[in-house]
T-cell receptor, first 114, second 111 residues
């Protein structure tokens, strides 16, 4: 079966712009989580969605937002981009909510802010 | 904040040798997982060990968990060049759903 698909793979944006990243989970998976990976901070949890509702949120500013659609696909949006937002953004899907066991990650979107 | 901290940060070995990575964490957990990441790509789930388990095996992987010391180790036996990657431990956060990752161990296996 198809894995977790993230688009686009690479993105270059200018400071102050906004960006939207997309994640299509494995068919049948209803939980989608987002993580940011940077050399300095490592992997950090952004948020998790289940059944179109945000169930958990990490410690990121309000410029980072997300949503989940009825088909479980998820998008995350970053507004007013800063240089420090340059990172690999990873999406993970899981069939259930409430335990993080069994996460499948996508290949990520590498965002560069110039 | 980081929950898991891996040790060493980097490890270089020859093919056929064993590689051991350690992970320490700060708060009580429900389970601990190990993931592999090849060259800045996505994470691949390797193995999960629950808090009531002490050891788990999967192929060439052996994971141990010591909840009294809040530590885990990942042993890769008979390493291959294809094992070259970064390895991360991840624990479930206090909220019970989000994974909290350590900074990882970069393993280099040369032939």
């Amino acid at each position: 079966k198809a894995g977790v698909t993230q688009t686009p793979r690479y993105l270059i944006k200018t400071r102050g712009q906004q960006v939207t990243l997309s994640c299509s989970p494995i068919s049948g998976h209803r939980s989608v989580s987002w993580y940011q990976q940077t050399p300095g901070q490592g992997l950090q949890f952004l948020f998790e969605y289940f059944s179109e509702t945000q169930r958990n949120k990490g410690n990121f500013p309000g410029r980072f937002s997300g949503r989940q659609f009825s088909n479980s696909r998820s998008e995350m949006n970053v507004s007013t981009l800063e240089l420090g937002d340059s990172a690999l953004y990873l999406c993970a899907s899981s069939p259930i909510f409430g335990t993080p066991a069994g996460y499948t990650f996508g290949s990520g979107t590498r965002l560069t802010v110039v | 904040s980081q929950q898991g901290e891996e040790d060493p940060q980097a490890l270089s070995i020859q093919e056929g040798e064993n590689a051991t990575m350690n992970c320490s964490y700060k708060t009580s957990i429900n389970n601990l997982q190990w993931y592999r990441q090849n060259s800045g790509r996505g994470l691949v789930h390797l193995i999960l060990i629950r808090s009531n388990e002490r050891e788990k095996h999967s192929g060439r992987l052996r994971v141990t968990l010591d909840t009294s010391k809040k530590s885990s180790s990942l042993l890769i036996t008979a390493s291959r060049a294809a094992d070259t990657a970064s390895y991360f431990c991840a624990t479930d956060g206090q909220a019970g759903t989000a994974l909290i990752f350590g900074k990882g161990t970069t393993l280099s296996v040369s032939s």
